[in-house]
């Protein structure tokens, strides 16, 4: 996917103050972005000379990143970045599905207008990028650049922030950036956002929620025929 630029660091918004956090925000993005391969062994030596950091703050933060399921530590054979799978896929987006669905009827009787009306000025931010206008791509950078991150925060749930804003959030962009969409699926799944945010606006939390399941559902088919191709 093609970028809106704009630095954009966490969805827990809070802005890199030690070692530790500088390192993660790096890594994170290396990682979701796919300039650390999915599956790749994680060398901590390589990691600290690469992001010029000593091995205790690096340590923190591949433990903050494995709690977000970017890493995953397999037995006798060390620490790897997370591989995108079917079905690794298949599992998150079963969960992802039913959340977001819910945010999306919680955002609809919490949302205020103001805000509201703020998710509009982003899409139509994301509809002036002239790839998204001709269905080249849709890419969204992380936390109040990400339409679902904003939905999500409309909620007023704080469990159910805790969950998707941090920790599946980067696993989720992790499969929507390295596996984006192109051709139709951008203008549909645009669409898909306008519906859904129209029926948040009109207090219509049933129908946003119907809505939000069905557009998961068809990002997860196009990631699977993209995960088929790879395997291929």
């Known amino acids: 996917m093609s970028t809106i630029h704009m630095e954009v660091l966490s969805p827990i918004a809070k802005p890199a103050v030690t070692s530790a956090d500088r390192v993660l925000v790096q890594i994170q993005r290396a990682v979701v972005e796919g300039e650390i391969a999915a599956g790749s062994k994680i060398s901590e030596p390589e990691l600290a000379r690469k992001f010029n950091i000593s091995r205790a703050p690096l340590r923190e933060a591949l433990a ?3 709690r977000c399921h970017l890493i995953e530590r397999i037995p006798n054979a060390g620490a790897r970045v997370v591989r995108l799978s079917y079905e690794g896929l298949i599992h998150l987006y ?4 039913e959340l977001e669905g819910l945010a999306c009827r919680l955002a609809a009787e919490y949302m205020p ?9 982003l899409l139509d931010q994301h509809l002036s990028h002239q790839r998204v206008r001709e269905g080249e791509s849709y890419y ?4 109040d650049l990400d339409f679902h991150y904003r939905v999500i925060l409309g909620s007023k749930n704080p469990y159910l922030i805790n969950m998707l804003c941090d920790e599946l ?3 989720v962009r992790m499969y929507r950036v390295q596996m984006g969409m192109n051709g139709p699926r951008v203008s549909r799944a645009f669409d898909e956002h306008k ?12 129908l946003a929620d119907l809505l939000m399941r069905r557009h998961i559902s068809a990002s997860r088919k196009n990631i699977e025929v993209k995960l088929a191709q790879q395997e291929k």
């Open 64 to 66: 903050r990143l494995e």
């Open 94 to 97: 079963q969960i992802r599905e």
């Open 113 to 121: 207008t103001e805000e509201i009306e703020q998710l509009q000025g």
């Open 140 to 143: 969204q950078e992380a936390g």
């Open 169 to 171: 959030y980067y696993l």
């Open 195 to 206: 519906a859904i945010l129209t029926a948040i606006g009109n207090r219509d939390g049933e």
